[in-house]
């Protein structure tokens, strides 16, 4: 909270409201600060007063997106964001917060426009060139985005984001970089920074094919991110436990009935569930809503349990007591279709949804969930190489090898059980080698299952222009390919390490 210095300030902005009606400036100042600071109540009330004041500002839609984005209240967050854009702006500055709210609120071919306007007139603000770089790349402008990050380096040579994004674009990355990165690295103490700069200089090793360097790059990245956020492998084995036990708790409809239009697409990070989303959205009946968190969060309102973790297994357990869900999945499908408009069928892809696919075929009696599988040897090198949100503690697994055989152990036990248990014509399990050694098979079986004709338009994917804002943002963007099968085998000096780190966790070498 702000002391006596904010309450003058409130009453400054005030004033000046009651002297210029139209001079809002200082109450939007004073409520971005508010937000910056993380005072929800003090941004509240000045975006009360201007709103009182009758004010209609692009600025303010925006302070009212990001303090909806604060509170997760993303169907209020959609709705300011959006109007935010309606009304417009020429200030480099706002255009690019605008920007970051529409893409974080899922409208990412919206954000470029906002974006492009902050760069144009604030060429030299790395931040603003940052995310505009990463808009194009979601909205699929993938050279337009590369020159984006190569200027961006070239302004800022120590933008180790920057880098690791323009590392994992770039087809050639060039030699001269290896030698500038390693020596960024070598300099630095700051974690993130190390983060950053060792998965880009592992990339690079990628493309050079030195895979041992690679991985060595990457154990040296995560050392001291990993002692920071001491992941518990108890807590996600509760949460596994919990997944498996809520499957019997209550009943579950074996056919769909009601509101057919959700389509859940769950799995571990960087098991295809990307590749499964574009094939079927393909089809001129489907459309995605991206990774939605908003089911966990509406489960967990409507739960109202202690903490303040969205996933956690007191929120499993009490799901799995409850007897009635469909409120919460009559809250959740009002919120998707606000993004999906008209189209028949919509996809909410969000990974982690994983652990409450009871409770969404509860709540939601018409909604299907497609699960993919992939060689759990393969997930773990492929999750251990990626560099997710770092502020998101879910990946918390991520910075340990082990840490990450035994996550991706607890996610096999939970979709064997699934795949066991849950009524065939609600939940699919498909693996990602079968997707690609049998792409027109399984996408026959997948467009089968969710009850759609077939379209050959599902088999050219990679032409599926709609946005992608995951990490396979590029390679979804080409056609079907098997080389990512079988590629831990490539780290020679780490596959022992990835074969015992699952063994030790009880998953059979040969799954691999």
Request: charged share 25%; glycine share 6%; proline share 4%.
């Amino acid at each position: 909270m702000f002391s006596g210095a904010f309450k003058e300030a409130y009453a400054a902005a005030q004033e000046l409201l009651r002297a210029e009606p139209g001079n809002p400036q200082a109450a939007l100042v004073m409520a971005a600060i508010a937000i910056e600071h993380g005072n929800q109540p003090a941004a509240l009330r000045l975006v009360d007063l201007l709103e009182k004041a009758g004010v209609k500002d692009c600025w303010l839609e925006v302070l009212k997106a990001r303090i909806a984005l604060l509170r997760q209240d993303q169907e209020g967050a959609r709705r300011h964001a959006m109007s935010a854009a309606a009304l417009g702006t020429d200030d480099p500055d706002i255009a690019n917060q605008l920007g970051v709210v529409l893409s974080r609120t899922g409208h990412h071919e919206e954000a470029v426009a906002p974006l492009r306007i902050a760069v144009e007139k604030a060429g030299d603000n790395t931040d603003h060139r940052y995310n505009f770089a990463v808009a194009l790349q979601f909205a699929g402008e993938l050279a337009e985005a590369e020159e984006q990050f190569r200027e961006l380096v070239r302004q800022d040579p120590s933008h180790a984001r920057g880098w690791l994004a323009l590392a994992q674009l770039a087809k050639t990355p060039e030699e001269e970089w290896l030698l500038a990165l390693s020596q960024q690295f070598d300099a630095s103490s700051e974690t993130e920074q190390r983060l950053l700069i060792g998965h880009a200089l592992a990339r690079i090793e990628e493309t050079r094919k030195d895979w041992d360097s690679s991985f060595g790059w990457l154990q040296r990245a995560k050392e001291a991110k990993r002692a920071e956020v001491g992941h518990g492998r108890e807590f996600a084995g509760r949460v596994v436990d919990a997944a498996i036990a809520s499957i019997d708790a209550q009943p579950i409809a074996s056919t769909p009935s009601g509101d057919e239009r959700p389509i859940f697409i769950v799995g571990m990070p960087r098991s295809g569930t990307t590749l499964v989303e574009r094939i079927l959205t393909s089809h001129s009946q489907v459309t995605s809503v991206g990774e939605l968190s908003d089911f966990a969060i509406v489960l967990k309102k409507f739960l109202d349990t202690p903490g303040p973790m969205v996933l956690d297994a007191e929120v499993l357990e009490a799901a799995a007591a409850r007897e009635d869900l469909t409120p919460v999945g009559d809250a959740y499908r009002a919120r998707a279709e606000a993004l999906a408009g008209e189209e028949a069928r919509y996809i909410d892809k969000m990974p982690f949804n994983s652990f409450f696919v009871p409770a969404i075929l509860r709540a939601s009696p018409g909604a299907r969930v497609i699960c993919l599988r992939r060689s759990p040897h393969d997930l773990l090198m492929a999750n251990y190489r990626q560099l997710f949100a770092t502020g998101f503690s879910y990946y918390s697994y991520s910075y340990d090898l082990e840490d990450t055989a035994h996550f991706i152990a607890g996610f096999e036990r939970m979709a064997s059980a699934y795949e066991a248990s849950l009524p065939p014509d609600r939940f699919m399990a498909i693996r990602y080698e079968d997707v690609v050694a049998d792409q027109r098979g399984k996408t026959e079986a997948l467009l089968d299952f969710c009850g759609l004709d077939w379209e050959e338009a599902c088999m050219q994917f990679q032409r599926n222009a709609e946005p992608v804002a995951t990490a396979s943002s590029v390679q979804v963007r080409s056609p079907i390919y098997s080389s990512s099968i079988g590629q831990w085998r490539r780290y020679t000096a780490a596959s022992a390490q990835v074969e015992g780190s699952l063994a030790k966790f009880g998953v059979d070498p040969d799954e691999g």
